[in-house]
Nanobody, 127 residues
Framework: QVQLVESGGGLVQAGGSLILSCAAS????????MGWFRQAPGKEREFVAA????????YYADSVKGRFTVSRDNNKNTVYLQMNSLKPEDTALYYC????????????????????WGQGTQVTVSS
C-alpha cells in the first residue's frame, strides 16, 4: 500500500503562489499516474491536474490551465503542484492521488480512477 503525504499548503493573498508537494512512501509509485484534486467546503471534490508516470504528459482542469503546473521527481518519489496567480476560488483542501491505470485523459479527471489518496493540505487564498 502506497502512502501519500501532502505538504506546502497555507494562507496566501490573491495573485500569490504556492508549491504543493506529495511524497510517496514506496517506489512502486514510479509507474503510477498521479493526480491532484481539491475540495472546497460544501462542494464536491474536483479534479485539478494529472501527470503520467514519466512526467512528460500532463492534463489540467480548465479552471487552472495556464496557472498551475504539475510535475514529478521520481528520484525523490514526489509529485508537485506549482500554483501561480492564485484566486480566492482556489481555496480548498488539496489532495494528491495515485492511479495504477495508464494515463488516459480525460478519464483521469474522475476520482474513481485513483487507487490511493493522501490526507490533503489546506490552501486558503485571501482577497
Amino acid at each position: 500500500q502506497v502512502q501519500l503525504v501532502e505538504s506546502g499548503g497555507g494562507l496566501v493573498q490573491a495573485g500569490g503562489s504556492l508549491i504543493l508537494s506529495c511524497a510517496a512512501s514506496r517506489r512502486t509509485f514510479l509507474t503510477d499516474t498521479m493526480g491532484w484534486f481539491r475540495q472546497a467546503p460544501g462542494k464536491e471534490r474536483e479534479f485539478v491536474a494529472a501527470i503520467n508516470w514519466s512526467g512528460d504528459s500532463t492534463y489540467y482542469a480548465d479552471s487552472v490551465k495556464g496557472r498551475f503546473t504539475v510535475s514529478r521527481d521520481n528520484n525523490k518519489n514526489t509529485v508537485y503542484l506549482q500554483m501561480n496567480s492564485l484566486k480566492p476560488e482556489d481555496t480548498a483542501l488539496y489532495y494528491c492521488a495515485g492511479s495504477r491505470s495508464g494515463f488516459t485523459p480525460p478519464t483521469m479527471a474522475f476520482a474513481v480512477k485513483y487507487d490511493y489518496w493522501g490526507q490533503g493540505t489546506q490552501v486558503t487564498v485571501s482577497s
